[in-house]
Each structure stands twice: as C-alpha cells, then as structure tokens.
C-alpha cells in the first residue's frame, strides 16, 4: 500500500528540509532527507548543528521511516513530471515513487543512522513570536557577523533582554559593530537569555520567514533530557539551543539548532559617547558616490571623506594598481570643515543598508576614533565603523 500526498506538498517539504544541507558532505547520511509517513508526512535533513524539518499533510496509507538519496534531483524530476499527486511505497531498501507518468526507484539508508541529536523537544526558558519588526532587526544586524574562525564566537548574532519585553541583537566582526533594540510584547522568561545564534541558523531563519504564511514561534532552552535505557532517571539537561518554528503555505517547519558555545564580548563598552564632528548625509548621495567612485572595481577598498566648506563633502578612493582615482563631491551638513577620515568601502555600503532611511548620520570624534553612526529618524539601531588610514 502507498503512502499518497500532493505532488506540491511533497516537494515543499523535501525542497524546505533540503535548505539546511551542505552540496557537500564527508559523512554520506547528511546527503540524505529523512522521509516519515505516519499521520502526517515529514521530511528532515542536517547538518549535525542544524536540524530542519517540514510537515504536510498526506492520505491515510502505509507508514515508513528511511533516508532518501538524491533529494532535490527527486524534487526536479517529480516538478518536470507535473504531475497532480505522488506516491510513495518503501520496501527491502528501496523507495519507489511515482507521480503521473513518473515512476523512480531511489536510493535509502537505514533512518536508525540518521542523526538524532536535535529531535528531542526543548524546555522553554525564553519563547516570543518574532514580529516583522523583531525579523527586520535581524535582517539588519546580521550583515555585521564575522566568518574568521578564530574568533567563532562573533560568527552570529547575539540576543539579549536588556529590558522586559525588548529584544537586543547585536552583531560584530571586530570592525564594524551593529545594534537593533525591539520591542517583544509576548516574550516570556529570557531575564538571563545570552544566545549567539549561528551564521547559518540567522539566514535560514530569515530565509524561513520570507515565505511564512503566520508568525514565527522563536523558543530557546536546553534540551528535554532523555531517559537512560538501563534507567528511568533522566540526563542531565544539555546546552541551551534553539527552535523555530513557523508555516510556509502546507507545510509545518521547524528548525533546531545549536548556539554557538562562547562569551560574545561587551560591546556596549565600545560604542562612543557622541564626538564633536557630526555630518549628515542624505543615503541616496552617499549610495549615488560609492557606486561612482568603486564602478570601476569589484570592491570597494579604502574609501576617504572629506568635508568641504560650503556644506558639501568629497568621497574619493584610489586604485594603485589600476593608476586610477576617483572623487565625488555630495552635499552634507556639518560644522567641521577640513575634517577627513577613511573608512572601508563596503563597510559604508553596508552600513547604509541596514541604517536604513533616508538620512545617515556620522558622529566622530577624531580621525582615529570609531565613528557612531545613525538613521536619524530610527533611533532603536546603532552602528559602530572603525576608521582606516587612507593614505
């Protein structure tokens, strides 16, 4: 007997699960998508930190649990097939399928070997739905994570409560510093939450809610202890993780992942008090120059702004290997004429695109000093850039 669900349904859930797999795995069960047909139909994939899965509903029918090889060219197959429905029956190792005219025979591994670790339900020391708001800030921060290994701890976002109700997301890569403070009117518990969500966990997440069809459950706490086989007692609670879950269309998805395991440093310590050089940008004439000034290139390197009696400011940059140099005059309100400091070039876009807004506004005290920098008409972000020397 087959197990019998709509052929859009299957492939959403296998599609969804399969996001979380490397193209390329040492260990051959990562390549693999846990199929499970009981009262529901669920696909699951990982990556041993990350544990995605997805759930659609399915006709009463045979019940089975195994790997499949070769997801997503059964998902491309399945699609060009077009067919309404699929069908699903597993014996003696191997998977047959069928949608319309389609018939495969594909590959399994025992799902005894697929990775577990993540399955086990979490307790919730900290849950809140994440609202647009609460996602856009992460969105926000995330450009700012580093991806250096040697410093694995700044390799995420953090999470904080720094009040009832008010969610912190900081990110950092030592250069550049971001912070986006939202409010969470349904947050509970979380009074000590100190959670560095990893690299790859934030773009899922954000990838998730893009395409989520209600809110976005975030809940963060240790695992449920499992109860020893030759005892009743439970094990010691492990550390804390995370577990989203949210609905895209059909499907129920849910993502558990493990926090990175690390003290993300104080970075409040390092955003400056406001300096007495201030200069505001309109973002469309700050965009307008960098692109100019970096068209020419592939990045932009070391990027050099001037401000200018009159009201203005110069950005400019130079290529050394290319002998080329190129400079754009902007308006800009300011009181510090002569005034010059460098910054990264993609740092300042970057900054410009999670500040947001209309207006950017930098506030220094000196060239060798960081520079604050703000969306004057959003004061829940903050952003930090550290200078460069330009000459």
């Not at 544990?51 to 045979?62: H, Q, Y």
């Not at 070391?302 to 130079?318: C, E, F, M, P, Q």
């Not at 290997?321 to 876009?349: K, W």
């Amino acid at each position: 007997m087959n197990m019998q669900t709509s052929s859009a349904d299957f492939r959403r859930a296998i599609t969804i699960a399969s996001k979380v797999m490397e193209r390329r795995n040492a260990i051959p069960i990562l390549d693999t998508v846990r199929c499970r047909a009981n009262g529901s139909f669920e696909a699951v994939a990982t990556d041993l930190d990350i544990e995605l899965s997805a759930k659609v509903a399915r006709d009463p029918g045979a019940e089975f649990d195994f790997a499949m090889k070769a997801p997503r060219a059964v998902v491309a197959a399945i699609g060009a097939a077009g067919g309404k429905t699929v069908s699903v029956a597993f014996a003696e190792g191997k998977a047959s399928i069928a949608s319309d005219a389609l018939t495969m025979s594909v590959g399994s591994m025992p799902s005894d070997d697929f990775p577990s670790d993540l399955a086990r339900p979490l307790a919730e020391d900290f849950a809140a739905t994440l609202s647009k708001e609460a996602l856009a800030a992460i969105a926000r921060v995330a450009g700012a994570m580093s991806s250096e290994e040697t410093r694995y701890y700044l390799n995420g976002v953090h999470l904080t409560l720094p009040e009832p109700n008010l969610l912190r997301v900081d990110a950092t890569d030592g250069h550049r510093l971001y912070r986006c403070d939202v409010p969470l009117p349904d947050a509970a518990g979380g009074s000590g939450l100190n959670a560095i969500v990893p690299r790859k966990a934030v773009h899922l997440l954000l990838d998730l809610a893009k395409s989520a069809t209600e809110g976005v459950r975030l809940v963060i706490g240790p695992a449920a202890a499992a109860n020893r086989e030759e005892d009743t007692a439970p094990q010691k609670a492990g550390m804390p993780r995370l577990s989203v879950s949210t609905a895209e269309r059909a499907a129920k998805v849910e993502m558990k992942a493990k926090l990175i395991d690390g003290n993300f440093p104080d970075v409040g310590r390092v955003i400056p008090a406001s300096g007495n050089k201030q200069a505001l940008f309109q973002t469309p004439d700050m965009r307008r120059a960098l692109a100019a000034v970096s068209g020419h290139s592939k990045s932009i390197r070391a990027v050099s702004l001037r401000l200018n009696d009159g009201g203005t400011a110069t950005i400019k940059a130079a290529y050394v290997e290319m002998d080329l140099a190129a400079a754009v005059t902007i308006p800009c309100e300011h009181r510090s004429p002569g005034f010059e400091i460098g910054f990264n070039g993609g740092y300042l876009q970057s900054v410009l695109d999670a500040s947001g807004g209309d207006e950017v506004l930098f506030d220094v005290a000196d060239e060798s000093s960081p520079a604050l920098i703000r969306n004057p008409s959003d004061t829940s972000f903050t952003a930090v850039l550290m200078p460069m020397r330009v000459r």
